[in-house]
């Protein structure tokens, strides 16, 4: 069990998802970590221990980005550490995502895309997807294409939240046996593991 929110709207989006977290907190609380797209990069930050060590490391940052993800994890595959901490991100940090859930044949596709060149930073299962959403979108640089391809893939549960860096106002959103909600706003939409996030 973890927990995810997105948020895309006009307003700066670091406060909004480290308060979400810290309302999802009890979905998980071994790490946590968040993806904003800035200034035509993603910016990753994530850290071991509750949400407060996340607001504490992105304090003193002018983070001005209006669309990210943030994650509250419970380790399943990977012991709770820094790099195990989600976002996850492909090997040029252009495309995060978030997860909730297991892929239960991560394994074998670690080896293909091991097989493929892609050096790994972490031990969790969730990395795979990363890498696979970015082996689909170089194909057709389409990332909704690219994340439904990936999904084609996976076995096992999950709850995902995706941004890639060419679509800096979106975040593109999965769901399998595992909780997600949308929530459509004015001018601003969110996901979220759970209602408390966004209320
Ligand atoms: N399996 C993922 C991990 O271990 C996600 C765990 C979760 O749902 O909290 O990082």
Redesign the pocket.
Known sequence: ??GIIGFTGNEPAKDIIIGGLERLEYR?YDSAGLALLSNDQIQVRKRTGKVEELRKLCEAEKMPATCGIGHT??????EPSDI?A?PHTNVSGTIAIV????IENYAKIKNWLQSQGVVFKSQ???EVVAHLINYYYEQKKDIFYAVLQALKKLEGSYALGVVCKDFPDRVIAARKDCPLIVGVGNGENFIASDVPAIL
């Not at 994890?73 to 990977?78: D, I, K, L, Q």
């Not at 997860?99 to 297991?102: A, K, V």
């Open positions: 069990m973890c998980g994890r419970w380790a399943t595959h990977g195990n989600h997860h909730n859930g297991i969790t299962d969730t």
